[in-house]
C-alpha cells in the first residue's frame, strides 16, 4: 500500500535584510549620547511620577518639580550634543563640512531661540 | 486615571513614532486636546517634549545598528532649520490656512502614492549599503519642511521621510530611522523656546515621556523586523490622518465655523 506522501513544507520566508547606512566611526559614541539622554532624562521623569505617590509635602513638591526641570532639560540638551559630536567625529576623519554643518546648525538655532522663533 | 491615559498615549504614540520615523503629535495632540480636553496650548509643547524624547530613545539604537544615517541628517537638517528660522520671520506676512489647505492636499497626495503597492525596488543584499541621491531636492524639500514645522506646527518626518524615500534613493526603513535621528533637534529647539517662556507644563509631559521612551524603546527594535511595505502601508494611514487635521485646520481657518 502506498504510503501517502506529506505535502512539500511551505518555503521559508527569509526576514528581509534591514539596509545599512554608510559606515562612520564613532556611531557608538552617539548612539551612547543619545541613550544617556534618554535613560536619564526618562529616569528623571519617572522618579517624580514615583514621588507624587508618596505623601506630599512641601520638600516632596520642591523634589518632583526640580526632577521634572532637570529631566526636560537632559533630553533638549541630548539632541544639541549629538550633532555637536557626530559632526566634530566627521570633522576630525577630514569630512570638514559636516562639522561646518553641526555649527551652522547650532548657530542657527542658538540665532532662533535668541529671536524667540520656534524651529 | 488621567496621568495612566497620558502613559498609554505617549506608549502608543512613542511606538508609532519611532518606526515611520515621525514625532508622535500626530497622536499626542488631538489624543490631549480632543480626548483629554487639554488646552492646545499645553498640549503642544508638552508634545514636541515627547517628541525629543522619542527622537533620543529610538535613534540610539538606529545609529548603533547603522540604520540611521548620520551624514544624511546632518545635511537635511541644516536645511530645514534655516527653512524654520525663515519660517519663523515670515509666519506674520501668510495666512497659515492656506499653507494648511495646499499642506493637506500634498498629504492625500503622497498618502496615496504611499498606499499603492509597486513593485519590490532592487533588493540590497544583506548589510548592503546605499548612495543618497538627487541633493538639491532633498536640500530644498527640507527648507520647506522647515518653513512648514513654523508656519504649521508641524513636524518634519511627514515630508522628509517620502522626500527621502521617494525623492533621494533612500530605503524607506533608512528614511525612516534619519529622519527619527533628526526630528530630535528640531522640536528640542522648539521646546526650549516654550520653556523659557514659561508655556511647558512639565506635570503633563511627565506621564507622557516616560510612556514615549518606553515605546520608542519598542518600536525601534520592532521596526528592523516588521516589512517595509507593511511600514509604507501604516505611513500612508497616518499621513492620511494628518492630511484630514491640515484640510480641517485651513478650511476651519479660511470658513470658521460659527
Known amino acids: 500500500m502506498a504510503v501517502p506522501t506529506p505535502p512539500p513544507a511551505p518555503a521559508a520566508v527569509a526576514p528581509e535584510a534591514a539596509p545599512r547606512a554608510r559606515a562612520m566611526e564613532g556611531e557608538k559614541a552617539i548612539a551612547r549620547v543619545l541613550r544617556a539622554g534618554a535613560v536619564l532624562g526618562g529616569g528623571c521623569f519617572a522618579a517624580s511620577l514615583a514621588l507624587e505617590l508618596l505623601p506630599q509635602s512641601a520638600r516632596t513638591g520642591i523634589a518632583i518639580d526640580d526632577l521634572r526641570k532637570a529631566g526636560a532639560s537632559l533630553l533638549i540638551v541630548t539632541p544639541v550634543a549629538r550633532i555637536a559630536i557626530a559632526g566634530a567625529l566627521l570633522g576630525m576623519k577630514g569630512e570638514l563640512r559636516y562639522l561646518l554643518y553641526g555649527a551652522a546648525i547650532l548657530a542657527l538655532l542658538g540665532i532662533a531661540l535668541g529671536a524667540g522663533f520656534s524651529a | ?258
Open chain 2, 1 to 258: 486615571m488621567t496621568e495612566w491615559i497620558l502613559l498609554g498615549a505617549g506608549l502608543g504614540a512613542g511606538f508609532l513614532g519611532a518606526m515611520l520615523g515621525i514625532g508622535g503629535g500626530v497622536i499626542l495632540v488631538p489624543a490631549m486636546v480632543l480626548g483629554l480636553g487639554i488646552p492646545l496650548e499645553e498640549a503642544v509643547p508638552a508634545s514636541l517634549m515627547c517628541v525629543v524624547a522619542s527622537s533620543c530613545g529610538a535613534a540610539s539604537s538606529y545609529v548603533e545598528h547603522r540604520i540611521a544615517d548620520v551624514r544624511l541628517a546632518l545635511s537635511l537638517e541644516l536645511a530645514t532649520v534655516a527653512g524654520a528660522v525663515a519660517g519663523g520671520f515670515v509666519a506674520g506676512l501668510i495666512a497659515p490656512a492656506w499653507i494648511a489647505l495646499v499642506f493637506g492636499t500634498f498629504l492625500v497626495y503622497t498618502s496615496a502614492n504611499l498606499a499603492v503597492p509597486r513593485a519590490p525596488a532592487a533588493a540590497l543584499a544583506g548589510g548592503g549599503t546605499y548612495v543618497p541621491t538627487n541633493y538639491p531636492l532633498g536640500i530644498g524639500g527640507s527648507l520647506v519642511a522647515g518653513v512648514l514645522s513654523a508656519l504649521l506646527g508641524v513636524g518634519g518626518g511627514p515630508i522628509k521621510v517620502p522626500l527621502m524615500t521617494f525623492g533621494m534613493g533612500v530605503p524607506f526603513k533608512v528614511a525612516a530611522a534619519t529622519s527619527n535621528l533628526m526630528i530630535g533637534i528640531t522640536a528640542a529647539a522648539s521646546v526650549a523656546g516654550y520653556a523659557i517662556r514659561g508655556h511647558l507644563n512639565l506635570g503633563l509631559a511627565a506621564p507622557l515621556v516616560v510612556g514615549v521612551l518606553c515605546g520608542a524603546t519598542l518600536g525601534s527594535r520592532f521596526m528592523v523586523r516588521v516589512p517595509t511595505s507593511f511600514l509604507k502601508r501604516l505611513f500612508a494611514v497616518v499621513l492620511f490622518v494628518l492630511a484630514v487635521q491640515m484640510l480641517w485646520k485651513g478650511g476651519t481657518g479660511l470658513w470658521p465655523i460659527r
